[in-house]
């Protein structure tokens, strides 16, 4: 299925049956990923491929962001793979693998979410949203190419944010 999003956002390539809300979209724009996944049934490999970043949002006054992106699975987050840094750019080509080993029985019982952040050499780094895709309607006989728009994080699944809890003494 091929939607146009946002003419100046990006196109979305998904063979997923998730919808996506075009106003919350344009009214926050925080950029798009583009990645594949592919799943050998032989060796029980996840190859997540991270492909390239479009217009992902500056959080500097420069205008331009040093993203990476933290790749996992849900829901038990075992491992967590960390792309290369890219400096001065909000248009990263990533062109990196990530492989995670699943037994084919539980691949549909899985999600992935990808964790894009804005490096900072001198105080935290700052998330500038996330991606989660359900496996459960994912096509696994072939490679999946997707672009998915990235919306902003959900904290309450999000380990690098803390929580602070006040009270009264």
């Known amino acids: ?5 946002h003419s100046q956002l990006c ?4 063979g997923v049956a998730e919808t ?5 979209i344009e009214e926050d724009p ?10 050998n049934f032989e060796t029980c490999l996840l190859t997540v491929y991270l492909i390239e970043a479009e217009n992902l949002v500056s959080r500097e006054f420069s205008g331009t962001a040093d993203p990476y992106c933290k790749v996992c699975l849900l829901p038990d987050r075992r491992t967590q793979l960390q792309s290369k840094i890219h400096r001065k750019t909000t248009h990263p080509v990533f062109d990196e693998e990530f492989i995670f080993e ?3 029985d539980n691949l549909r019982t899985f999600s992935l979410e990808l964790l894009i952040y804005d490096y900072d050499q001198f ?3 700052d998330c500038i949203g996330q991606v989660t895709v359900v496996f459960e309607n994912i096509d696994f006989s072939q490679r999946q190419t997707i672009w998915k728009p990235i919306s902003k994080t959900d904290n309450k699944h999000n380990p690098e ?3 602070c809890m006040l009270t009264d003494m």
């Open 30 to 39: 925080l950029g798009c990923i583009h990645f594949s996944l592919d799943f």
């Open 20 to 24: 996506t809300a075009v106003a919350s």
């Open 123 to 125: 105080s935290r780094h």
């Open 11 to 14: 196109l979305l390539f998904s």
């Open 1 to 5: 299925k091929v939607a146009i999003v």
């Open 102 to 104: 699943v037994e084919p």
């Open 161 to 163: 944010v803390s929580t």
